[in-house]
């Protein structure tokens, strides 16, 4: 399971990190990601992370985000700056996992709420 924290209430321009905890019967990491739904929207890849270091990030964030990942620590986090009301979501980590059984699973995390004041 994936274990999300770190949202909360921020003001516009200031700053988050979020971090994810994955637990249970991992043999490897894939890929480790994060996504975000707003209300009324679908869910958005915010950023992701492949266990060779390959980053991507959606134009919204890029070049104010960071997503960084610990596959030691079966961890992934996730920096934005310079919010803006439109980074208010949902956020969600998300990581493809070789269970222990060799199965290459997606998991989600529970979701952890963002929000932007201005």
């Known amino acids: 399971q994936l274990q999300a924290s770190g949202g909360g209430l921020v003001q516009a321009g200031g700053s988050l990190r979020l971090s994810c905890l994955a637990s249970?019967?991992?043999?490897?990491?894939?890929?480790m990601g994060w996504y975000r739904q707003a209300p009324g929207k679908q869910r958005e890849l915010v950023a992701i992370?492949?266990?060779?270091?390959?980053?991507n990030y959606a134009d919204p964030v890029k070049g104010r985000s960071t997503i960084s990942g610990d596959t030691a620590k079966n961890t992934v986090y996730l920096q934005v700056n310079s919010l803006k009301p439109e980074d208010a979501a949902v956020y969600f980590c998300?990581?493809?996992?070789?269970?222990?059984?060799?199965?290459?699973?997606?998991?989600w995390g529970q979701g952890t709420q963002v929000t932007v004041s201005s």
């Open positions: 249970g019967s991992i043999f490897s990491i894939v890929d």
């Open positions: 992370i492949l266990t060779d270091g390959t980053t």
């Open positions: 998300s990581m493809v996992v070789i269970t222990t059984a060799r199965l290459a699973t997606r998991y």
